[in-house]
């Protein structure tokens, strides 16, 4: 038995290792070619020493989203302009002392702050004005550190969209894919829970919020995918398409934090024998009802019309309102009805709004 799963252990390794292959050597093969061009442009320009400062821009800016690429380039050249000034200026004045250290990475993390080129504080300048401090020629290093970075920058904004760009498209269907299935669990997973028990509902409810983290960060991956395609030109057939899907994955995004609201209700629900008729009727409703409101949400994702499937869940709930006027059971349909008002707004079944 040891040794068939050890098999299977050896077997899946070059597996994983194969699919981390061909999801990466795209970005790699990116980084490559335009580390080598920055090279190459340099030497072509008369670099009297190797241009290692060209050939870091694109290593550093290309993380395998060339739309990214221009944002990490711009913080990455003007980090380094201002870092070098500042660390000549204050070396100039101070020369080489802990007090000109402290004031050089003081000066730089604040002009990081104001240097953001559309992302967060931007080290870059700190660090490129430390780096004066470690060369025997300030003048000649600021030199060389500045127009190789910018010339390293220019290649990469120009290569990136062209380089084996990611599609976006295609991402976004993965991530859609995993909203669905997540959300759909949610649903499913709470509407059994009422009946399984106090401590399945709280296991439930930690389950549910794990899986509302993760459609959060599906939604900052579509926005990321959405925003990489202004940079994409090889993949701009898709521009509606994806901003389309962008568009569901927000949408569902935003109705997600009342699975939490719903799971939460459920778990201080289950399990009281006081409201143990009432426990037992929702969870004879809430099964059909999570099930209708996740085909809402599928046919969201899936980019066809939700109107149909929220209609039905609309109807379910509203057939649920007439059977159950309990406070339990308005609590507990009230998450639903915002999810399906987020979905496709529209007013709700009468008669839970102003129920507690």
């Not at 694109?58 to 990214?68: K, S, W």
């Amino acid at each position: 038995m040891r040794e068939r799963f050890s098999g299977v252990s050896r077997l899946s390794r070059p597996s994983r290792l194969g699919g981390v292959v061909r999801a990466e050597w795209p970005g790699a093969a990116r980084i490559v070619v335009s580390v080598a061009v920055a090279w190459q442009a340099a030497l072509w320009l008369g670099a009297d020493q190797p241009p290692v400062y060209a050939a870091v821009v694109p290593l550093v800016a290309l993380r395998g989203d060339p739309g990214t690429a221009l944002g990490a380039s711009v913080q990455r050249a003007l980090g380094v302009v201002a870092g070098v000034l500042i660390g000549i200026g204050v070396v100039n004045v101070l020369r080489l002392s802990t007090l000109a250290l402290a004031l050089v990475v003081a000066l730089g993390l604040g002009a990081g702050m104001v240097l953001r080129a559309g992302g967060g504080l931007n080290i870059q300048v700190a660090a490129s004005s430390l780096l004066v401090f470690a060369n025997d020629s300030p003048d000649a290093y600021a030199f060389h550190r500045v127009w190789e970075t910018v010339l390293g920058g220019v290649v990469t904004v120009l290569l990136a969209p062209w380089l084996w760009p990611p599609d976006p498209h295609r991402v976004l269907a993965v991530i859609a894919e995993d909203c669905r299935l997540r959300v759909s669990r949610a649903l499913n997973g709470t509407a059994a829970a009422l009946a399984a028990g106090p401590g399945a509902a709280r296991d439930n409810l930690t389950l549910v919020r794990a899986h509302v983290e993760a459609v959060h960060a599906d939604a900052a991956r579509a926005r990321e995918a959405e925003r990489a395609m202004r940079f994409n030109p090889l993949r701009r057939r898709h521009r509606e398409a994806v901003a389309r899907q962008a568009r569901s994955v927000s949408v569902v995004d935003g109705a997600a934090p009342h699975l939490t609201t719903l799971a939460r209700e459920v778990a201080a629900f289950a399990g009281r024998e006081d409201l143990a008729d009432d426990v037992r009727r929702a969870g004879a409703r809430l099964p059909g009802l999570a099930s209708l409101t996740a085909r809402a949400v599928e046919d969201t994702l899936a980019g066809t019309d939700p109107r149909p499937a929220v209609a039905a869940a609309r109807a379910e709930l509203a057939a649920y309102t007439r059977a159950d006027s309990r406070p339990l059971a308005v609590a507990l349909r009230r998450p639903f009805q915002q999810v399906l008002e987020d979905l496709d707004p529209a007013p709700g079944p009468p008669g839970d709004a102003g129920r507690g």
